[in-house]
T-cell receptor
């Protein structure tokens, strides 16, 4: 069974459109994340939710809006897509924030990624 | 610039040899460091982590070394195998901040 799943795997769309990426984890984790990986493989955190509450919100344009209906899901909605939004988006989850975990072995499990291409 | 970086963007290593991947960081407040491996077309996978109260930690065929004096982190892979070919990222975080900052990544290629 897939621990962290994302849909869709590939998303090709026109500039100006609105799109959503869905993420689900079946690990029972409390914390979920969205990362953006650019063409140079640089990985940057965008958002993090702990028990459905937003705990990290990086300097991401407000066209990006995360939604966590329950702690197993963290979806990412993007309005008015721009060329620069083209990237691979990864969802991840962890039992807790790694920075607060008692045990130092607190993995972040990443999903397979969604490759977004804006034309 | 970013607070986490890697000295070399690529590393080519002969199968069976040991690999060393280096990482520099500049945030003195960072007290938690992680190494991730990302294979082509997949998400990053946790390898090993270390907290700042340690200077060495060992896993299965991997060792992470932390030198806080010079703000340097390294990942050693023993007896490198073809399956170790991937991009390796170091990441840092601080206890008073939920955020993890990732370095640019080193591409490791294992030669048969």
């Amino acid at each position: 069974d897939t621990a962290v799943s994302q849909t869709p795997k590939y998303l090709v769309t026109q500039m100006g459109n609105d799109k959503s990426i869905k993420c689900e984890q079946n690990l029972g984790h409390d914390t979920m994340y969205w990362y953006k990986q650019d063409s140079k493989k640089f990985l940057k955190i965008m958002f993090s939710y702990n028990n459905k509450e937003l705990i990290i919100n990086e300097t991401v344009p407000n066209r990006f809006s995360p939604k966590s209906p329950d702690k197993a899901h963290l979806n990412l909605h993007i309005n008015s897509l721009e060329l620069g939004d083209s990237a691979v988006y990864f969802c991840a989850s962890s039992q807790d924030s790694p920075l607060l975990a008692v045990s130092s072995y607190n993995e972040q499990f990443f999903g397979p990624g969604t490759r977004l291409t804006v034309l | 610039g970013e607070s986490v970086g890697l000295h070399l963007p690529t590393l080519s290593v002969q199968e069976g040899d040991n690999s060393i991947i280096n990482c520099a960081y500049s945030n003195s407040a960072s007290d938690y460091f992680i190494w991730y491996k990302q294979e082509s077309g997949k998400g990053p996978q946790f390898i090993i982590d270390i907290r700042s109260n340690m200077d060495k930690r060992q896993g299965q065929r991997v060792t992470v070394l932390l030198n806080k004096t010079v703000k340097h982190l390294s990942l050693q892979i023993a007896a490198t195998q073809p399956g170790d070919s991937a991009v390796y990222f170091c990441a840092e975080g601080a206890s008073n901040d939920y955020k993890l900052s990732f370095g640019a990544g080193t591409t490791v290629t294992v030669r048969a």
